[in-house]
């Protein structure tokens, strides 16, 4: 998972990191006979943070009349002074708005987003046809663009191959139920079978239950998870947490990420930005893919963290001319090789470099087989943290599926609206 460390700034003008200073605002930001500077925030602070700043690098390397100053800071902190900051003009001209792509729709609400109007093929344009399945929609209101991916990830199964040797285990799970089993038997010798977090952290438990043949609401935006197939995709996993022990309760994303680093978990669903921390710590580590589901099919997480633009923005041109750059072909294949992300656009799938990289390859396999959690579903968030994460952390500690999803959906059918 991402963790929040230090805020730092990335003015890739001068070719240096340095502090930037809080408070920054659209409306300063360049001298009127000099280069337009564009204010950048995002919340990229974990492995995959260097790729970000090489995007930033090169664009200016790219566009000498136009300089970018990054502050990279904590997403809880972006998610508190954003929404006031761009409201006054005080903000910065483009921003990653959150780790969570629903968070979008509430700066448009406040009118605080710049339509995106420079799509299309050619220099300069930000070509959405090229994005992975599903971008383009989750970020269009009212038949207008508010924001492009600053990533696409999705999310694999990491595995400790000498606890698997330990355990004699021979291969990593091929099926779901293999992934059952396997974290029973590698539960054993103070160590668990799998991490995984329930909150503070990138959703796995929407993971397990789409292999499990659930989900969590309806196209509707009605609530599922007090239906019997809902029931049934949640009840195999809460039985291995507070029955088997697989994994311990209430774990945070970081949680997660250090119970794995250290040897004492034998599985986790994870994203990319992961691989180069659990390879450093000396993890003899194994990524594929997310085992099969009881359809036959996989499943996995997309995440995509959105780049918007402020709506009093100074430099509404260059601030679209900077998200062009940002998702090109040239940026993306750059980025996917330096962090192991899978390429947000699909014209790099066939890629020789990226589907040659043991990384990139696992993930960028299975972008055609990830969907997004809780696309477009009014009150997203509060969804996810006010009914859904409190949902799994009682049925984890031993509440009966039934009458914990029978609350929650009360819970989220009051959030959407939904009334069926």
């Given amino acids: 998972m991402k963790h929040a460390r230090t805020t730092l700034a990335v003015v890739s003008g001068a070719a240096a990191l340095a502090l930037v200073l809080t408070g920054c605002s659209a409306s300063g930001s360049a001298a009127q006979d000099g280069p337009a500077t564009l204010k950048v925030w995002t919340g990229f602070t974990g492995g995959d943070r ?54 979008v729709a509430q700066y448009v609400k406040t009118r605080s987003v710049l339509p995106i109007t420079d799509t299309g093929e050619g220099s300069g344009k930000i070509n959405t046809g090229s994005f992975a399945p599903g971008t383009v929609e989750e970020f269009t209101y009212d038949g207008k663009l508010y924001g492009v991916p600053a990533n696409f990830a999705t999310l694999s199964l990491y595995y400790n191959k000498k606890l698997f040797a330990d355990a004699g285990i021979t291969d990593p799970p091929k099926t779901v139920q293999e992934m059952a089993t396997d974290a029973k038997k590698l539960t054993t010798g103070g160590k668990y079978g799998i991490a995984l977090a329930d909150n503070q952290t990138i959703q796995m438990w929407p993971v397990l239950q789409w292999l499990e043949g659930g989900d969590i609401v309806s196209g509707k935006g009605c609530s599922v998870v007090q239906t019997s197939a809902g029931q049934k995709s949640l009840s195999t996993w809460a039985d291995l947490v507070a029955k088997d022990k697989v994994s311990p309760v209430g774990l945070t994303g970081a949680e997660a990420d250090s119970l794995f680093s250290a040897g004492k978990a034998a599985m986790e669903i994870n994203g990319p930005w992961a691989a180069s921390g659990y390879k450093d710590a000396g993890i003899d580590l194994g990524i594929v893919k997310v ?27 260059q601030a679209q001319e900077f998200l062009a750059y940002w998702t090109s072909k040239t940026a993306q294949q750059k980025f996917s090789l ?49 009914a859904y994460v409190p949902l799994i ?25 939904c009334s069926k």
């Avoid at 995007?55 to 929404?83: A, C, N, Y």
């Avoid at 014209?347 to 087989?369: G, R």
């Avoid at 009682?394 to 959906?409: P, Y």
Wanted: hydrophobic share 35%.
């Fill in 338 to 386: 330096q962090t192991g992300f899978p390429p947000l656009r699909t014209d790099l799938s066939d890629d020789a470099k990226l589907t040659a990289d043991p990384t990139v390859s696992v993930f960028a396999s299975q972008v055609p087989d990830a969907r997004l959690y809780l696309p477009h579903v009014p009150n997203a968030t509060k969804v996810d943290s006010d």
């Fill in 393 to 417: 952390g009682e049925i984890t500690r031993g509440k009966s599926v039934a009458d914990a999803t029978k609350s929650a959906g009360q819970a989220i059918n009051g959030l959407t609206g």
């Fill in 291 to 317: 085992p099969v589901g009881v359809d036959g099919k996989s499943s996995t997480l997309g995440s995509i963290a959105p780049l918007s633009i402020s709506a009093k923005t100074k430099y509404p041109k």
């Fill in 50 to 103: 260097p790729g970000y700043a090489t995007i930033v690098k090169d664009f200016e390397k790219s566009h000498p009349d136009i300089r970018v100053e990054m502050t990279v800071q904590p997403w809880d902190t972006i998610q508190q002074k954003l929404p006031s900051a761009w409201l006054t003009g005080q903000g910065p001209d483009v921003a990653a708005v959150s780790s969570d792509p629903n968070a």
